[in-house]
Every structure is written in C-alpha cells, then in structure tokens.
T-cell receptor
Framework: GAVVSQHPSWVICKSGTSVKIECRSLDFQATTMFWYRQFPKQSLMLMAT?????????EQGVEKDKFLINHASLTLSTLTVTSAHPEDSSFYICSAKLGTGDYNEQFFGPGTRLTVL | GQNIDQPTEMTATEGAIVQINCTYQTSGFNGLFWYQQHAGEAPTFLSY??LDGLEEKGRFSSFLSRSKGYSYLLLKELQMKDSASYLCAVTDSNYQLIWGAGTKLIIKP
C-alpha cells in the first residue's frame, strides 16, 4: 500500500526557534498533500492543502507566514513552524492523496509531536 | 454550515458487537470514510462508502444511507486492540474532506 513518512517523529525546541517537518510519499507521487494539527483529545484540524509546484491553500485562521509550506516535488512537502511558541505544541500530521482523481483517500504519515518550551 | 456528528465516547465488552453512528449535513456528497486512530498515532483507513448499503471487511462493516445522511461502523468480535478513536469523514461537493470529532471506543474485558 501507499506509505507516507514524516521526519522527525518528535521534536522539542525553545520558544522563538523554527522547526521544519518533512512529509514524504515513499512509493507513489502525490500531487496533493495535506497538513493537519491535532491537540490532545481533539479531532484532526486541517491547516492547509499543499499542491506540488504552487502555493499552499490555508484554512481560515491559520497564519500562512507562521506555518510555511513548501511542496517542491511530487514526493516531498515541508511544514516550517516559524518562531514557535508553547501554544504551537501539538501533533502535526501530514497526508498524501493518491492520484489526481476525485476518489481522495488520504494516506497519513505517522505524525510529528512538537513540544515548544 | 457543514456538520458531522458522532458520539463522543462509547464503551463495549470484549467479544461483543458495537455500532458507531455518524450523521452528516454537507454541501454535496462524494463519499464517506471511516478511519481508526490509536492514541498518539495517525489515523488509518478502514472503509469508504459512496453508494447506499453495507460494505463488509472482516470484523468491520460500514453502512451508508445517503437519503438519511447517515452511516455507521459496525465492529464485531471486539478485541482489546480495537480501543481507539473512530473518525467519520465526508467528501463534499468540492471534494474536500469534512471530519467528525471522532468517537472514542473503550473496550472492557
């Protein structure tokens, strides 16, 4: 099946620093990738939709200058949390859409747990 | 607005059967997904329904009624490892996924 990886799996950083999270589709090409954030005991919250070769589409309330998304190739999307603060501590999960058709099953990466001190 | 409703939490006994319901009101419908998510892990795909009826896959079955805006996930022969959150998600007319808040299923011995 389709496999999506994320790196790192967890990261601890100081407040004010920037953190980059990578999302890779290992055995398929993904034109579209999604970035989610999940706080404890809450459901997934879509942050942005990342399309290869174009700018990401951010959901309402998500600061595009704070959460920088780059989707430079069909197998890699990156999320950079700039000037991270403790309230950015969360579980960040990416997913990749298989194919370009309308059936949009998403394959999820294992997630990255970010803790900002 | 778009809305997906699921029970927040359910409890069942090992070996029993449990049904998790999901109702939705969305702008258009292009399919419904069920995902399983264990604590601290990413969701994993369970099922996809786009036509009315029951889809069976091993111990798990998923049912859809588009006219009622209703789906359920049926888990049989419950095992302790089935303790997880179960997420219902609907694809709307723009092919955007709308997520439910998830149902936490607790399995007791």
């Amino acid at each position: 099946g389709a496999v999506v990886s994320q790196h790192p799996s967890w990261v601890i950083c100081k407040s004010g620093t920037s953190v980059k999270i990578e999302c890779r589709s290992l055995d398929f090409q993904a034109t579209t990738m999604f970035w989610y954030r999940q706080f404890p005991k809450q459901s997934l919250m879509l942050m942005a939709t990342s399309n290869e070769g174009s700018k990401a589409t951010y959901e309402q309330g998500v600061e595009k200058d704070k959460f920088l998304i780059n989707h430079a190739s069909l197998t890699l999307s990156t999320l950079t949390v700039t000037s991270a603060h403790p309230e950015d501590s969360s579980f960040y999960i990416c997913s990749a859409k298989l194919g370009t058709g309308d059936y949009n099953e998403q394959f999820f990466g294992p997630g990255t747990r970010l803790t900002v001190l | 607005g778009q809305n997906i409703d699921q029970p927040t939490e359910m409890t069942a006994t090992e070996g029993a059967i449990v049904q998790i319901n999901c109702t939705y009101q969305t702008s258009g419908f292009n399919g419904l997904f069920w995902y399983q998510q264990h604590a601290g892990e990413a969701p994993t795909f369970l099922s996809y329904n786009v036509l009315d009826g029951l889809e069976e896959k091993g111990r798990f079955s998923s049912f859809l009624s588009r006219s009622k805006g209703y789906s359920y996930l049926l888990l049989k022969e419950l095992q302790m490892k089935d303790s997880a959150s179960y997420l219902c998600a609907v694809t709307d007319s723009n092919y955007q996924l709308i997520w439910g808040a998830g149902t936490k299923l607790i399995i007791k011995p």
